[in-house]
């Protein structure tokens, strides 16, 4: 807790009980002082109903104030009852010495003669005890109208003459109990104050520990979040070896769930490959990158980037590990797609400039052909020679086409277009080829884009394409798919072309859009490649799944801009 707290705390606290003592102190006080007056009050009263009675036996043996007086001062707590005139001569007293002489000079004793309030003042014997004196007008009138005053040397003063009664009182024992009320209240205040110091104390300390927990929940949920969501696998074991972190992309990535992972041994749980990155006596002190390939439980190899290294405390004991890695599966997809094309333009540079030297040289040759076909064309023989030089001629000056065409930029022209339209036109190009192997088109359009604007040319060159080595690949009686359904995510849709045929060989599948790769003896093996730099330009995609004498289906995504 900060010392400022406790300062401020102690700042508050103090005035407030330091004030609640004193007034518990003040009214001890008030209370002794009022104890005494009515103790005082009482015994004027009582020597005054004494001092009357007496009063009224003098016609018996005669009445003795003095006598009186000195009988009632008797009592232990009394210090000493004096009866003086207003003039301050001492009339009757406890202490005979006393009587005759001058007492309460100092107070104003005309005006306390004639007026019945009760008053009080501390004064001090000669032996310097303290001593509460509690004095007022006294009345001792009796039935006869009221009594002489005798001097010491035996004159009497006049009947009803004012006079003054004081009262001594010792305090010794009220003033120990209070000052053992003090102390008590003094002992109790500073109880109280750390009680209450205690109190606010104990206060801060729970709602300071309150918002501790809460900003450690608040830390853990984001950790945990941060944990579960984080784009790459982690594990993190203990001291003993055991998993204690196992997050979503590890689940995904280990086909392993946490629940059966989360605290049992790594060396039971993880594969052997990652194990060793772990091992207490193998991780490293920082996280290392490194590549491996990785054998799951279902005998499945995937490919790794890991990361790995040591947990430990301030005084260097090993804490644990922690496991950093992520699937490179797509990674080298993409890096083999990247090598694909790169060779692919590199192929393309090349193929540009070896058509361009090409060409010429097939219009002499296809020249000279022609020319000898016409002359000789009484020798059927030689006739039929030139006739398949022109053939051949013909079909490499279509594939330097192709190669040209696969070799320079697609140009993309997007127009509005309706797709169902699209998709009409471009099967009536096969209707000749598919009536003559009784090949059964099928359309199913689920799309929900009736307009967009797209390049209609481009993709109806991909879809002839497509169609053109379906019907190929395709027995007489089979049936040619074509499915429109909208594209999943993204605005655009998604066009499959399928056909029963032979299938692709599951090793072929990953080459059929690299160029001159094909299986039909007289194919050139650029047209899947074309349509795929068509479709990549066009910001889609095409895929191919097939089963080995099933089926084939080639998927196009096409992104559409809506028509104006």
């Known amino acids: 807790m900060p010392p400022w707290v406790l300062i401020g705390s102690a700042a508050v606290l103090l005035p407030i009980f330091t004030f609640m003592t004193m007034e518990n102190v003040h009214r001890e006080k008030e209370f002794t002082t009022r104890l005494l007056l009515e103790k005082g009050a009482a015994l004027i009263r009582a020597f005054e109903a004494g001092t009357r009675t007496g009063m009224m036996g003098m016609q018996r043996g005669g009445f003795q104030l003095q006598r009186l007086l000195t009988e009632t001062a008797q009592q232990p707590d009394i210090a000493h009852l004096i009866v003086a005139d207003a003039d301050g001569t001492v009339v009757a007293a406890s202490d005979l010495d006393q009587v ?36 007022r007008k006294f009345e001792p009138t009796g039935p006869q109208g009221g009594m002489m005053r005798r001097h010491p040397g035996g004159a009497e003063s ?19 109990a209070r000052q053992s009320d003090v102390g008590h209240a003094i002992v109790m205040g500073g109880v109280l104050l750390l009680i209450g ?33 984080m784009p790459i696998g982690l594990v993190a074991t203990d001291g003993r070896g055991r998993i204690a972190v196992f997050n979503q992309v590890a689940e995904s990535v280990l086909r392993l769930s946490a629940s059966d992972a989360l605290g049992r041994e790594a060396s039971r749980v993880l594969p052997p490959e990652l194990w060793q990155q772990v091992r207490s006596d193998a991780a490293p002190e920082i996280v290392t990158g490194t590549e491996i390939d990785c054998v799951l439980a279902d005998l499945q190899r995937v490919p790794l980037e890991v ?76 006739a039929q020679t ?23 930029p697609v140009n993309i022209i997007p127009r ?38 797209l390049d209609a040319d481009r993709l109806n060159q991909v879809l002839l394409n497509l169609y053109l080595n379906a019907v190929e690949a395709m027995a007489p009686g089979g049936t040619l798919t074509v499915r429109v359904a909208d594209l999943k995510g993204a605005p655009g849709i998604e066009i499959s072309v399928s056909d029963t045929g032979d299938g692709i060989r599951p090793e072929d599948l990953s080459h059929v859009f690299d160029p001159y790769f094909t299986t039909k003896p007289a194919g050139t093996g650029l047209g899947l490649a074309i349509a795929h730099n068509i479709m990549e330009t066009m910001g889609g995609g095409i895929t191919v799944a097939s089963r080995p004498g099933a089926e084939t289906t080639f998927t196009l995504r096409v992104p559409l801009v809506k028509a104006d």
């Open 197 to 229: 110091f205690a109190g606010i104390t104990l206060l801060l300390l729970a709602q300071s520990h309150r918002a501790t927990r809460a900003t450690l929940s608040r830390i853990k949920a984001f950790s945990d979040h941060v944990v579960e969501n």
């Open 100 to 135: 005759g002489a001058a007492y309460g000079k100092e107070l104003d004793l005309a005006s306390v003669a004639r007026s019945k309030a009760l008053q009080w003042r501390l004064v001090s014997t000669s032996s310097g005890v303290r001593v509460f004196e509690v004095f």
């Open 307 to 382: 990361g790995a290294g040591a947990l430990r405390d301030e005084s260097g004991r090993f804490e644990g590990s922690i496991l950093l890695f992520k699937d490179l599966t797509e990674v080298r997809a993409l890096r083999r797609e990247v090598a694909r094309h790169q060779r692919l333009a590199t192929v393309g540079r090349l193929a540009a400039g070896v058509a361009h030297e090409i060409r010429n040289p097939l219009s002499s040759i296809k020249g000279f052909a022609t020319y000898f076909r016409e002359r000789y064309h009484d020798n059927p023989q030689d």
């Open 416 to 453: 509005p277009t309706a797709i169902a339209a699209l998709i009409a036109d471009s099967l009536k190009l096969i209707e000749t080829q598919a009536r003559e192997k009784s090949i059964a088109v099928a359309v199913e359009d689920r799309s929900t884009a009736a307009e967009a604007r």
């Open 386 to 408: 030139a006739a398949i030089m022109i053939q051949e001629v013909d079909r490499l000056n279509r594939v330097v086409s192709q190669l040209l065409e696969f070799a320079r």
């Open 158 to 176: 006049p009947p009803d003459a004012p006079r003054v009664i004081f009262v001594g009182l010792y305090m010794a024992a009220l003033e120990e």
